[in-house]
C-alpha cells in the first residue's frame, strides 16, 4: 500500500552456462512497519543452494491486481537495468515452482530440505564450493558431503551428484536418475517403486578422469 512507497526495482545475479539446469530459491522477509528508507527487510537469492547475495533495506511486496510474472510477464520482460523490452526475456523451460509464505531463511534447514529435494528430483548436484549436505524430509542427513569416508560421509565424491529413493513426507518417489551435468554417464534405475519409506540411493564422483578399462 501507499503507507510502504516508494517502489524500487532489486535485483542480485550470477553467470551461468546454457544447456544447463538451476535451482533458484529466493526468500523474502519483508518489513511490514518500515516505508522507504526506514525498511529493515531484507531479500535474499541463491543458485543451488549457494547464497548469491542480499538486498536490504526492503519493505514489502506491492500490493497490486496485476499479473506475477517469471521471465515474462504483461508482454514485456524486465531486466536489471530496470528495462522491459521482449529481446531480453527469459528463454528455457521451468519445471517447478514452489511457493512458501513463510520465512526459509530463518531456519535454513527447511531452505536446504526443499533444495535437497529438487536436487534429487532433476539430477541437480548442489553447489559444493562449500559443502552442502542433503537432507530428506525429516530434516535427517541422507548424503553428507561435509565428512570424509572415514568418518561416514562422503566429502570425496560430491561431483555429478544424482541419487534415488523415497520420501514420503514431501511426495518424493525418485525411481530413475542421471545426473544432469554435460558428462555424468551413470545412470541408475530401481525398475520399480520403493517398498519402503526413506530408502535412498545417492552416488557422486572424484571428478576425476574417465578411462576405459578392458578385463
Excluded at 49 to 77: C, K, P, Q
Excluded at 144 to 166: C, K, M, P, V
Excluded at 174 to 189: A, L, M
Aim: proline letters at 1%.
Amino acid at each position: 500500500d501507499d503507507t510502504d512507497s516508494p517502489w524500487g526495482y532489486i535485483s542480485q545475479s550470477a553467470s551461468i552456462e546454457t544447456e544447463t539446469e538451476y535451482i533458484l530459491t529466493m526468500v523474502l522477509e519483508g518489513d511490514n512497519g518500515g516505508a522507504g528508507s526506514t525498511a529493515s527487510g531484507t531479500f535474499y537469492a541463491y543458485l543451488n543452494g549457494r547464497l548469491l547475495g542480499t538486498s536490504s533495506s526492503i519493505g514489502r511486496l506491492f500490493d497490486h491486481t496485476d499479473n506475477v510474472g517469471v521471465g515474462r510477464v504483461n508482454e514485456a520482460s524486465r531486466t536489471t537495468t530496470g528495462s522491459t523490452t521482449d529481446a531480453l526475456s527469459f528463454y528455457g523451460s521451468i519445471s517447478e515452482i514452489v511457493y512458501q509464505n513463510e520465512p526459509l531463511s530463518v531456519d535454513s534447514e527447511r531452505r536446504q530440505k526443499l533444495e535437497s529435494y529438487l536436487a534429487l528430483k532433476y539430477g541437480i548436484t548442489l553447489d559444493q564450493s562449500t559443502y552442502q549436505v542433503y537432507y530428506n524430509a525429516n530434516s535427517d542427513i541422507i548424503f553428507n558431503t561435509g565428512l570424509n569416508t572415514a568418518a561416514g560421509g562422503f566429502e570425496d565424491y560430491d561431483s555429478d551428484i544424482a541419487g534415488i529413493g523415497r520420501d514420503e513426507a514431501s511426495e518424493l518417489e525418485q525411481q530413475k536418475s542421471k545426473s544432469e551435468n554435460s558428462n555424468s554417464i551413470i545412470t541408475i534405475d530401481k525398475g520399480g517403486s520403493f517398498g519402503t519409506d526413506e530408502s535412498f540411493l545417492i552416488w557422486g564422483n572424484d571428478n576425476g578422469t574417465n578411462e576405459n578399462t578392458e578385463y
